[in-house]
């Protein structure tokens, strides 16, 4: 059975950081590219970070230089750290795990980040 099980969400003031955690099971972590999605109250999920099975990462420009996406195969955790927190990053962050061949998606169940004073 696969699991992808996300923790590190919270509530953090404006300027804050955090890192969320993504532990994966029930497949085999180094072939498949790991990605982060979020959705906001009232908006569409949206890819936040990508990190290819060779280490390549992509960010959505909104977060470029505040967060950083990594992957240690040996736990077969994904990683996501935010810095500089801001209200509008408020959402609930989806741990997504993706194969190309033969095309195969799984997600986790989310973690609730909210941005606040």
């Known amino acids: 059975q696969v699991q992808l099980v996300e923790s590190g969400g919270g509530l953090v003031q404006p300027g804050g950081s955090l890192r969320l955690s993504c532990a994966a099971s029930?497949?085999?972590?180094?072939?498949?590219?790991m990605g982060w999605y979020r959705q906001g109250p009232g908006k569409q999920r949206e890819l936040v970070a990508t990190i290819s099975t060779a280490g390549s990462s992509n960010y959505v420009h909104s977060v470029e230089g505040r967060f950083t996406i990594s992957r240690d195969n040996a736990k077969n955790t994904v990683y996501l750290q935010m810095n500089s927190l801001r209200p509008e990053d408020t959402a609930v962050y989806y741990c997504?795990?993706?194969?190309?061949?033969?095309?195969?998606?799984?997600w986790g169940q989310g973690t609730q980040v909210t941005v606040s004073s």
């Open positions: 997504h795990a993706y194969r190309e061949y033969p095309p195969t998606v799984y």
């Open positions: 029930g497949i085999i972590f180094s072939m498949y590219s």
